[in-house]
């Protein structure tokens, strides 16, 4: 077999301007799962993949799903005599926008300032999907190992039929290694190994206290409002500290150096005085220990209240959880202290959401680990970081449970500029690049001789 590095770097730079443009195609596309009047885009977006997979010259193509589930695209370069397969993850389906109007272009309109691409799933994970693609182009549909691409549209929903999926289609699967395209790097030019992702799980939390609303002056005092017992409830969720005062849940410790405080405030947008929560370092606090939210609550909004008791509400309570936890277990014990913090005897029901991602730890050693270690230093001009997330992809315990052989790399194109979720989501293109260089270059480095 010819060297697969040759004229590697020169390929891959001929191969990115097609690749943006397709990216902002697919940005384009508003594949909001989660949100039903978006399944139709969703629909069009995993087409879209598929016929960028057809164009990037793959043997195979199909479009598949689970019952109830999100399309997810799978295609196949089916490996040359001797070579190993690589599985190469993304998903293609988005989060809602959180009101276009706050955007400074349009989330669905790609816009380019300042060296960064703008616009909802231009980072997550519509980057990761045409990292994929580009490094498949910059091969010219022969990569030197076996490449299975896997594109799923539900992980933003928390991958609820990934697992019915992976069964299913157990075989088209199987992998020797496997490249979640799906994180971040802490720096435009550090490259970043992932090896520590927290897990998620939510409850939504009912709390109701009468029958029907009832005026608030001729009850009000002996009688409460199930809006208060709610908030007493939720405040319950934290100790004086801001530590998380579930009982018994997992924490673990981090030797990684400390973020820079003000820098950490900065991305994160905290206002001037606000306080950090918790202890510990930031790459502790966030990697490591549990955090948890309330997402959102229904109640009579404020410009139609009136003078009357609420009689119910309820909230949306979501769980970051550290590796070392089990999911269940954690979305247990959460539950059961909601039900026990409940004042004045309302009555509560605690209902657990069906998205579900456990934590995880990676071992980063192992042949792949150094391969990914050669490659992205190479592409990067600057050596690897194992690093770990606050966030979570279901996919990957998933993945390492059914291919327990597989060797898992997590990397990724965002930074922590990117505003993952948020207004104004944006790529840095140049880091794009590199990044797409890195994983051509994995691709050569995990050839056997
Ligand atoms: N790509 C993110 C995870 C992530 C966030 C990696 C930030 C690196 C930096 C992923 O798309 C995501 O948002 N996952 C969800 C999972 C959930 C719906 C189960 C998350 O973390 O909220
Ligand atoms: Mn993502
Ligand atoms: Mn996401």
Redesign the pocket.
């Known amino acids: 077999m010819p060297d697969p590095r040759e004229n590697l770097a020169a390929a891959v730079t001929d191969a990115l301007p097609a690749a943006r443009a397709d990216l902002e195609r697919l940005v384009r596309i508003p594949s909001i799962w989660a949100d039903p009047a978006h399944a139709e885009d969703t629909r069009r977006s995993a087409e879209t993949v598929a016929e960028l997979a057809r164009a990037a010259g793959a043997a195979a193509v199909q479009i598949v799903a689970a019952e109830g589930g999100a399309p997810a695209v799978v295609a196949q370069w089916p490996a040359p005599e001797g070579q190993p397969t690589v599985l190469l993850y993304a998903?293609h389906d988005v989060?809602p926008t959180g009101g276009d109007e706050h955007w400074t272009s349009p989330p669905f309109e790609p816009t380019e300032r300042d060296g960064r691409l703008y616009g909802r799933g231009a980072a997550?994970?519509k980057a990761?999907v045409m990292t994929h693609l580009a490094v498949l182009r910059a091969y010219q549909g022969h990569p030197p190992v076996g490449v299975t691409l896997f594109i799923e549209g539900e992980?933003?929903?928390?991958?609820p039929t990934l697992p019915a999926l992976l069964r299913s289609h157990h075989e088209l699967l199987t992998a020797d290694v496997i490249v979640i395209a799906?994180?971040?790097n802490p720096a435009v030019d550090v490259p970043a190994l992932?090896t520590s992702?927290?897990g998620?799980v939510d409850v939504t939390v009912e709390v109701a206290m009468l029958e029907r609303p009832v005026h608030s002056g001729v009850y009000g005092g002996p009688v409460g409002d199930a809006l208060t017992a709610l908030c007493t409830t939720l405040g319950a969720l934290h100790d004086a500290k801001g530590e998380v005062a579930i009982p018994g849940l997992a924490r673990g410790h981090s030797d990684a150096p400390d973020m820079d405080e003000a820098t950490f405030r900065s991305d994160a947008g905290l206002l001037d005085g606000v306080e950090l929560l918790g202890t510990g370092t930031l790459p502790e606090r966030t990697w490591l220990k549990p955090a948890v939210a309330v997402l959102g609550i229904d109640a009579p909004r404020v410009a139609e209240a009136s003078n009357v008791l609420v009689p119910r509400a309820r909230a949306m309570v979501s769980m970051?959880i550290a590796p070392g936890e089990d999911a269940l277990a954690a979305q247990r014990a959460l539950a059961a202290h909601l039900e026990s913090h409940v004042p004045w005897g309302a009555q509560v029901t605690v209902t657990p959401g069906p998205?579900?991602?456990e934590p995880f730890t990676l071992d980063g050693t192992g042949a792949a680990y150094d391969a990914a270690r050669r490659a992205f230093s190479e592409a990067y001009g600057n050596a690897a970081v194992e690093t770990g997330?606050?966030?979570?992809?279901?996919f990957i315990a998933e993945f390492a449970r059914t291919f327990p052989g597989a060797a898992v790399l997590v990397t990724?194109v965002?930074d922590p500029a990117?505003r993952?979720?948020g207004i104004d989501e944006s790529l840095h293109l140049e880091m794009f690049g590199k990044g797409v260089l890195a994983e051509a270059l994995l691709l050569a480095e995990l050839t056997r001789p």
């Open positions: 998903h989060q997550d994970d990761g992980e933003e929903s928390g991958s799906d994180a971040a992932t992702l927290r998620l970051r998205g579900i991602a997330i606050g966030g979570s992809i279901p990724g965002g990117s993952w979720h």
